[in-house]
C-alpha cells in the first residue's frame, strides 16, 4: 500500500534537473507531492487526482500516469532552496494517508 | 495565514508513562491526522479523524494509542504507556476536504527514556 520511490537520493549542482518518481503496485486514487526539509514538517507541493494530469508550480512539477499507478516530480533549473527530501504521498478513498519512502535532494552550488 | 500548532514542542517522558500530544488544527478544517516519524526514516500515518470519529487508523496505531477531539478547537494523541520505540518527531495535520493538501504543524519531539 505503501508507494515506491526511486531514487533514494540525489545530488544535483544548481541549475540541473531532476526526477522523482512514485510507483504503486496498483491504481491510486491521488497522489501529493510534499517537500520536507531538515528539522521541520513536510510541506504541500501539489495534488493531481486524475489519470495522465499534470501540473505545475514555478519550477517544479509532477505528472500522474493514465492507470494511475506511477506519478513523477519535475525539478528543472534546480535552486539552492530545493534541497530536502521529497515524499510523494497516496490517498485512497478512505482517510488512509501513506507517504512514499522519501528520496533525499541535495542542491550543490 | 493560519497555521496548525503542537505542544509541546519537545517532550521528554520515562517508559511506561502516558503522554499526550496537542494540536491545533486550522480552524475550518474538518480533516484531522497524526503521523510519527522516526529520526531519518519517512513520515508514517497513525491516524486519520473526521466528524468526532476515527476514519481510518494504520497498524502501528494500536491499543496504545488514542485520540480526541475535547472542544472545538483541540486535537489530542494520547500514548498511554509509552515505550522506547514511542521517540520519534509525531506531526499533526488537518485539510479541509479529505483528498486536498494537508497541512502539518511544527511536530512535537518525543522522547521516551
Known amino acids: 500500500q505503501q508507494p515506491v520511490q526511486s531514487p533514494q537520493a540525489v545530488i544535483l549542482r544548481e541549475g540541473e534537473d531532476a526526477v522523482i518518481n512514485c510507483s504503486s503496485s496498483k491504481a491510486l486514487y491521488s497522489v501529493h507531492w510534499y517537500r520536507q526539509k531538515h528539522g521541520e514538517a513536510p510541506v504541500f507541493l501539489m495534488i493531481?487526482?486524475?489519470?495522465?494530469e499534470q501540473k505545475g508550480h514555478e519550477k517544479i512539477s509532477a505528472s500522474f500516469n493514465e492507470k494511475k499507478q506511477q506519478s513523477s516530480l519535475y525539478l528543472t533549473a534546480s535552486q539552492l532552496s530545493y534541497s530536502g527530501t521529497y515524499f510523494c504521498?497516496?490517498?485512497?478513498?478512505?482517510?488512509?494517508?501513506?507517504f512514499g519512502t522519501g528520496t533525499s535532494l541535495t542542491v550543490i552550488p | 495565514e493560519p497555521e496548525v500548532t503542537q505542544t509541546p514542542s519537545h517532550q521528554v517522558t520515562q517508559m511506561g508513562q502516558e503522554v499526550i500530544l496537542r494540536c491545533v488544527p486550522i480552524?475550518?478544517?474538518?480533516?484531522f491526522y497524526w503521523y510519527r516519524q522516526i529520526l531519518g526514516q519517512k513520515v508514517e500515518f497513525l491516524v486519520s479523524?473526521?466528524?468526532?470519529?476515527?476514519?481510518?487508523k494504520s497498524e502501528i496505531f494500536d491499543d496504545q494509542f488514542s485520540v480526541e477531539r475535547p472542544d472545538g478547537s483541540n486535537f489530542t494523541l494520547k500514548i498511554r504507556s509509552t515505550k522506547l520505540e514511542d521517540s520519534a518527531m509525531y506531526f499533526c495535520?488537518?485539510?479541509?476536504?479529505?483528498?486536498?493538501?494537508?497541512?502539518f504543524g511544527p511536530g512535537t519531539r518525543l522522547t521516551v527514556t
Open positions: 479523524f473526521y466528524n468526532n470519529e476515527i476514519s481510518e
Open positions: 493531481l487526482l486524475k489519470g495522465g
Open positions: 480552524s475550518n478544517h474538518l480533516y
Open positions: 504521498g497516496t490517498g485512497g478513498t478512505g482517510n488512509q494517508f501513506y
Open positions: 495535520a488537518s485539510s479541509g476536504q479529505g483528498v486536498h493538501e494537508q497541512y
